[in-house]
Structures are given as structure tokens and as C-alpha cells.
């Protein structure tokens, strides 16, 4: 499929734009550029029912990109920033500097008395199968949690390759679907909360209540296939949900003996631990929890927390972490809210 060139890409912007203000009942057309003199050229101008404002276009505008169009508006005329994908904080950087935008996702802004708009309409990628389908592979997934491990810096294609470990051709691919809707901008930053939100519900954990705790030391260490060496860098358990939270410094109350939630690599490591572990008679009097990761990756780069936290399990990374205590819809959000870490930029 060939790509559409920029001028298209613009125009199906203002025709999105205008249909939008149309089904509002505001009239709008697009006017010449070359009609007004501004010391910045505009992609396009539209006069919205007597005014004149200006349009730029974008793809996808993060945080970080919002902020800076904030601060560099100036003394402009009335401008209207037009993108496929707004991040939340950038919207409110442009309500603060006054700047109107269009969410093509459905939220427009113009607020130039006496037009006063602020509303949800319909979307025009509520309806495309294009945005689940991004997400689909374990790739993609892989690539996601990579990106919003670190969601205020740039992702190469054989960079993330490597630490996803996969091959560059696929991350490749899957990093150009999540740039076409919108969940990468061109340069590989996530788009955030966006991102997150949206691998959070195509995440599933399906546990298995165990008996009893594998112990490192046994002669079934190595057919649990617990990979204790170098957790870093080695495929092995990683300790997930409640425990590796409070690990993390997530606000959650956990009881001292609150048994421990695993991820194991495959299905055939989850049946040696049934098999030599046993399953739980009762899940409420479980020992330990084990599930087959939804991605490789749970159970690679794995974080040794041991000098730090006392945790003496390999803990999966924070972003794996936090997809599954988002899984709680009552408390789930409100605890990676409160979250405050050190070092590490929240994806959410």
C-alpha cells in the first residue's frame, strides 16, 4: 500500500475538520494561504463561521511535542492544531495557552468568542479495525511495553530489536502499525497514556493456583527453568501482580504472607510447576500463583531487586507490573496514579 503523500494527509485533516464543525452546525471553509502574513506559514486557514484561524496538521502529538508548541505559539493569530492522536497532557498545555485542536479521535476545541466549542463528536477511528489490529502480535506488544518502559525518548528498530530480542524485520513492522494509528510517533516515542491504555486491554493473565513454592535449591530448579543466573538477561520466572508492585514502590497494601504471582515462559514449564508443585486445592489457601506470559518479554529483562528491595524473586519490569495491576478496574488505576518513582517516567 502506497503511502499518502503530505498534502493528502493535510487535506483530509481539514476535510475531517470541517465535516466535523459541519455536523455542528458551524460553517467552515478553507481560505488561501496566501491571504494572511504571519511570520509562521500555516498549513491551511479556515474561516469558522467569520473568523479566521489557522491550521497546522499533525500526526501525533505528545506531552513533550505539545509543550513545545505551547511555548513557541507567541503572538500568532487564533491557531487550531489538527492531529490523528492528542496526549492528554498536551491538551492541557494548549487549553493553558489558549490554542483550539481537533483530537480526530473525537474531541475538538475552539473557543474564539462568540464561537465557543468544547465537545466530543463522532470519531472517525472509533470505527477502524486498524487500531486493535496494531496490537494483535506478541511483537507489537513486546514493542510497546519497550517503548513505554522509557516513553520520553526515541526507539530505533535494531535497538528495540535487541531488547526485545527479536528479529529487526518484524519489530520493524510492528513499530510502523503502531505509528499509523498513532501509538508511536515517527521517531518511536509512545504516545502516553494512549499506549498503555490500550495494551492494557488486550492484556490478560490466566493463573494457576499452586500447592507449594519452588525452591531454588531443589534438583527441579532447573526444569522449573527458573533462570535465577542473571535475570537481566536470561528467560526465567519473573514474580508479577501484588508483591512485585510493592517491589516497584507502588502504593498497595500487601500482608506479609501474601503468596507470590509468577510468569512462567511456556506451557511446558506451567506443567512441570503443576506437576511437581501440585495445584491448589483451595485458591484462597494457594502457595503461589504461576501463568504463562502473554509476551516473552514478561519473563526476560528481568529486574534483581534483592539489594534494594529484599525481594528475593526476579521481579518482571515495572510496565509489565503495572498492565496487570491495571487488570483491577476498582483499585488498579488509582494505585499506578499515586505512583511517584524515582527515575523512571510513568507511562500513564
Not at 158 to 181: F, I, K
Not at 285 to 292: E, F, I, S
Request: with cysteine; proline share 5%; charged share 25%.
Amino acid at each position: 500500500m502506497s503511502r499518502k503523500t503530505s498534502a493528502e494527509v493535510e487535506q483530509e485533516a481539514l476535510d475531517s475538520l470541517i465535516t466535523a464543525l459541519g455536523g455542528l452546525g458551524v460553517s467552515a471553509d478553507v481560505v488561501s494561504t496566501e491571504t494572511l502574513i504571519a511570520d509562521v506559514s500555516p498549513d491551511a486557514v479556515v474561516d469558522v463561521a467569520g473568523h479566521r484561524l489557522e491550521i497546522e496538521v499533525k500526526s501525533v502529538i505528545t506531552a513533550a511535542h505539545g509543550e513545545r508548541i505551547a511555548q513557541t505559539v507567541g503572538h500568532r493569530p487564533p491557531l487550531v492544531v489538527v492531529a490523528d492522536r492528542i496526549a492528554s497532557d498536551a491538551k492541557q498545555a494548549f487549553r493553558k495557552a489558549g490554542i483550539n485542536y481537533f483530537d480526530r479521535r473525537g474531541e475538538l476545541r475552539i473557543v474564539e468568542p462568540p464561537v465557543v466549542i468544547d465537545t466530543v463528536v463522532e470519531s472517525e477511528a472509533a470505527s477502524s479495525p486498524r487500531l486493535s489490529g496494531s496490537l494483535n502480535s506478541e511483537v507489537a506488544k513486546e514493542v510497546a511495553i519497550a517503548c513505554l518502559l522509557t516513553p520520553d525518548q526515541a526507539h530505533g528498530v535494531r535497538e528495540t530489536a535487541r531488547y526485545v530480542n527479536r528479529a529487526p524485520s518484524a519489530v520493524s513492522t510492528a513499530m510502523a502499525g503502531l505509528r499509523d494509528v498513532g501509538l508511536l510517533t515517527s521517531s518511536g516515542e509512545a504516545v502516553v497514556p494512549d499506549l498503555f491504555l490500550e495494551l492494557m486491554g488486550r492484556w490478560r493473565r490466566r493463573a494457576v493456583p499452586l500447592a507449594t513454592v519452588p525452591d531454588a535449591g531443589t534438583r527441579n530448579a532447573m526444569r522449573f527453568g527458573l533462570g535465577l543466573d542473571q535475570p537481566e538477561d536470561t528467560m526465567g520466572w519473573a514474580l508479577t501482580d501484588t508483591l512485585a508492585a510493592a517491589s516497584w514502590g507502588m502504593p498497595i497494601v500487601a500482608r506479609g504472607d501474601h503468596p507470590a504471582d509468577f510468569y512462567v515462559p511456556s506451557e511446558s514449564v506451567l506443567r512441570a510447576a503443576r506437576s511437581i508443585l501440585g495445584d491448589a486445592l483451595d485458591p484462597a489457601v494457594r502457595a503461589c500463583t504461576v501463568a504463562v506470559a502473554p509476551v516473552r518479554l514478561a519473563c526476560l529483562r528481568r529486574v534483581d531487586q534483592s539489594s534494594t528491595t529484599g525481594e528475593s524473586w526476579p521481579v518482571a519490569n515495572h510496565v509489565v507490573v503495572a498492565l496487570d495491576i491495571a487488570q483491577d478496574r476498582a483499585r488498579g488505576l488509582e494505585i499506578l496514579e499515586q505512583w511517584e518513582p524515582e527515575g523512571i517516567v510513568r507511562a500513564w
